[in-house]
């Protein structure tokens, strides 16, 4: 395969209410996808990241020149271009894993439309529907969340999860406890907010019966975690500190979580996210897929990994109306707790023009 065009749309998406977390505050989503043309077929990814550097150290500006000055100029030079040579060839520009995701993603989904062969197939999905939780971010009010949480419970979600930080944490967890009952498979993420100095404090929320703690600590204190874990009944889910099958392996070697969070774009790439899903599997490590607010691009690509065998928690997949009123591709609808796994060529999912047109803030040509 040979790459001709790699082209950056720039989006902005009205979110259907606000949505917030320790590290942000958002009332839309702004993002880029990248479209990568080759001889043989087009391929579409979305870009993980924010225009600012609050969930990790990436943003997008700053992605969009890795890309233009870095990545492209190593990737288009390939005689042949595959998702696989990706990777290697990306190898000398350190870091930057939502710059290289975006890319190799958009190649992959070139190659697989080329094959014929579906996300699903190519990664090794098992499943063709995925049961999905839900994410639901911190509001102004207790009442304001139980309401939330309800809303949610009746649309199907089979998981609810709420973002926590010191100050918004045993209140709206109790609440939601007490209000649901002890059933209702309950967890938390609290992107980094915490430190060790608020051990006892987290480990109140032992009480409450949580499926896990996601990334309670800062994203580059393995050891502070391994510390927490062994005071905490709950299991700890590390999420920004997984930023490769590498840290998979010394986070579960210094027991440091006991569950991960699997995202694509934070490790660069689909490959890497299922080598991190083989690391795990291999220790008896359950992982889920987490999401970044993805229109319908990411979410399909998503739900293919969501498919493979050790994804056994439900993940952060919601709807498409979860977020949008209007998608980018064919609205995704949750139909008993789950999502289908699109089974099309690539991400089974194609870019809806006219929708596209209408939250396109800009297009630029990266490479020709
Ligand atoms: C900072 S908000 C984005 C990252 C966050 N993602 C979610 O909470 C799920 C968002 C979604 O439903 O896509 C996470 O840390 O897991
Ligand atoms: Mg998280």
């Not at 920004?240 to 392996?249: F, G, H, N, Q, V």
């Amino acid at each position: 395969m040979r790459i001709e065009l790699v082209e950056l749309v720039d989006v902005r998406l009205p979110l259907v209410r606000p949505f917030r977390t320790s590290v942000s505050g958002d009332t839309e989503r702004r993002t880029f996808l990248l479209r990568v043309v080759t001889d043989r077929a087009e391929g579409w990814a979305e870009y993980g990241g924010d225009p600012e550097p609050s969930y990790c150290a990436e943003f997008a500006a700053g992605t969009e020149r890795v890309l233009a000055d870095h990545l492209l100029p190593r990737i288009t030079g390939l005689d042949r271009v595959s998702a696989a040579r990706v990777g290697p060839a990306a190898a000398g520009v350190k870091g930057n894993h939502l710059a290289k995701a975006v890319l190799e993603t958009a190649i992959l989904d070139a190659e697989l439309r080329a094959h014929g062969m579906s996300f699903a197939t190519g990664l090794g999905a098992v499943r063709d529907r995925v049961p999905v939780g839900v994410s639901v971010g911190i509001t102004d009010t207790v009442g304001e969340l139980l309401e939330t949480v309800a809303a949610h419970l009746d649309e199907g979600y089979v998981r609810i999860k709420l973002k926590i930080e010191p100050g918004w944490d045993l209140e709206p967890v109790r609440a939601v406890r007490e209000e649901f009952g002890p059933d209702l498979p309950l967890q938390v993420d609290a992107n980094t907010a915490y430190s060790l100095t608020d051990a006892e404090r987290l480990r109140r929320l032992d009480d409450f019966g949580l499926v896990q703690i996601e990334q309670p600590l800062a994203e580059d204190d393995l050891r502070g975690h391994a510390e927490l874990a062994a005071m905490l009944g709950t299991p700890i889910c590390l999420d920004e500190s997984i930023r490769s099958a590498r840290d998979a392996a010394t986070a579960i070697a210094l027991r440091a979580c006991r569950i991960v969070n699997v995202k694509p774009a934070r490790v660069g790439g689909y490959l890497e996210a299922r080598r991190i899903h083989d690391v795990c599997a291999a220790h008896g490590i359950p992982v889920w897929c987490g999401g970044m607010l993805e229109t319908g691009i990411g979410r399909a690509q998503n739900l293919a990994l969501a498919a493979l065998p050790g994804f056994v928690l439900p993940g952060d997949i919601s709807a498409s109306g979860r977020y949008y009123a209007e998608d980018i591709t064919a609205a995704f609808e949750l139909e008993d707790g789950h999502l289908s796994v699109p089974d099309g060529p690539g991400s089974g999912v194609n870019v809806l023009p006219d929708a596209l047109a209408r939250c396109t803030v800009a297009r630029r040509v990266l490479y020709a």
